[in-house]
């Protein structure tokens, strides 16, 4: 099965294409960036169709990270995703931005609980927690750094994500054992794939999944991009 992962929901457009069982996507394509993704993502995902060969017919299913992340990024990413899904006509699924970021941690198959921390601002942090069987103990949800910290016990946890530091700091205030895992804020769009492959897309649509309101207005977003 051949899959297209596209990822919005942070900062950067991301795309690959991947064979289910393969070592590596077929090609792949990641631009950093705070804005612009509108503009940015269908080109980038061009790229990435044409270098992988078999072009936009050879696609069994597409994946899109869902959120929590960027406001404008997401409604994009998930509107070229639909729109993708319906020209290509193939099943679209959504991935939770937590969970790709968490899985490369979990398959480590280390001792203790796996947490990720997206900053959220103003002292907040998009955050869940999961046990070292992939399990999810703490529900994805926005909150202070003080209580997403108070949710992980005493310990020890690997902690992944841009909000990873805000909550070791709080950790190294009060002793809990953390370790921050790849401090880089990214998110590896071929794990977008891997768990779009795995998730059923009748029960992990292609819908946002936001945990606060959002700062602008809908009138300020950009409007999605068209299919090809």
């Not at 991301?14 to 069982?21: H, I, K, Q």
């Not at 679209?92 to 970021?101: D, I, K, N, R």
């Not at 910290?149 to 809990?176: D, F, H, K, Q």
Request: aromatic letters at 4%; charged letters at 15%.
């Amino acid at each position: 099965m051949r899959i297209l992962a596209i990822d919005t929901a942070l900062s950067a457009a991301s795309a690959c294409v991947y064979e289910e069982g393969a070592e590596s996507p077929l090609s792949a394509d990641t631009m950093a960036m705070e804005r612009g993704h509108a503009e940015a993502l269908m080109p980038l995902i061009d790229r990435v169709i044409a270098h992988a060969g078999g072009g936009f017919a050879a696609l069994d299913r597409i994946a899109v990270t869902i959120g929590p992340g960027s406001f404008t990024g997401l409604r994009v990413g998930i509107a070229a995703a639909r729109a993708l899904g319906v020209a290509c006509k193939v099943p679209v699924t959504g991935v939770s931005t937590l969970t790709a970021l968490a899985a490369p941690v979990i398959i480590e198959q280390k001792p203790g609980l796996v947490a990720v921390a997206i900053d959220a601002r103003n002292g907040e942090v998009y955050f869940a927690a999961f046990a070292p069987d992939g399990r999810c103990v703490s529900a994805p949800r926005a909150l202070p750094a003080k209580e997403a910290l108070r949710s992980l016990g005493s310990g020890p946890v690997r902690i992944v994500g841009s909000g990873a530091a805000i909550v070791a700091a709080e950790a190294a205030a009060t002793g809990t054992e953390v370790e921050v895992i790849r401090p880089y804020p990214g998110l590896d769009v071929l794990w977008v794939a891997k768990l779009g492959l795995l998730a059923d897309p009748d029960h992990a649509p292609p819908r946002p999944l936001y945990l606060k309101a959002p700062s602008a207005s809908t009138a300020q977003v950009a409007s999605p991009p068209a299919p090809p």
